[in-house]
Nanobody, 120 residues
Framework: QVQLVESGGGLVQAGGSLRLSCAASGRTFSTYAMGWFRQAPGKEREFVAAINWSGSNTYYADSVKGRFTVSRDNAKNTVYLQMNSLKPEDTAVYYC?????????????WGQGTQVTVSS
């Protein structure tokens, strides 16, 4: 089973940028589509972005389209989320997970998440 470790979160002002990383263990990482999700306090976890196994196709929630970019490096077993033009409403704990495309339903384990806080 793939183990996931997210990193790169922090405190940033509105309009700023962060780059999240999700490091995966296991030789099957490159065969999975991967997704990013987030959960704000008092809200349900929601889909943010996903990328297919090869990196040739990406998918985004409407709320982040044009601001966030998902990418992956299968040689490093890592998926990234570049977040630009951050808004206070992007504040949440961000998680990565393997996903089914096109439903974007996750499967397998979650990582511990990484906190992103955007101040106004």
């Amino acid at each position: 089973q793939v183990q996931l470790v997210e990193s790169g979160g922090g405190l940033v002002q509105a309009g700023g940028s962060l780059r999240l990383s999700c490091a995966a263990s296991g030789r099957t990482f490159s065969t999975y589509a991967m997704g990013w999700f987030r959960q704000a306090p008092g809200k349900e976890r929601e889909f943010v972005a996903a990328i297919n196994w090869s990196g040739s196709n990406t998918y985004y929630a409407d709320s982040v389209k044009g601001r966030f970019t998902v990418s992956r490096d299968n040689a490093k077993n890592t998926v990234y989320l570049q977040m630009n033009s951050l808004k206070p409403e992007d504040t949440a704990v961000y998680y990565c997970a393997a996903v089914y495309i096109p439903t974007m339903i996750h499967f397998g384990s979650w990582g511990q998440g990484t906190q992103v806080t955007v101040s106004s």
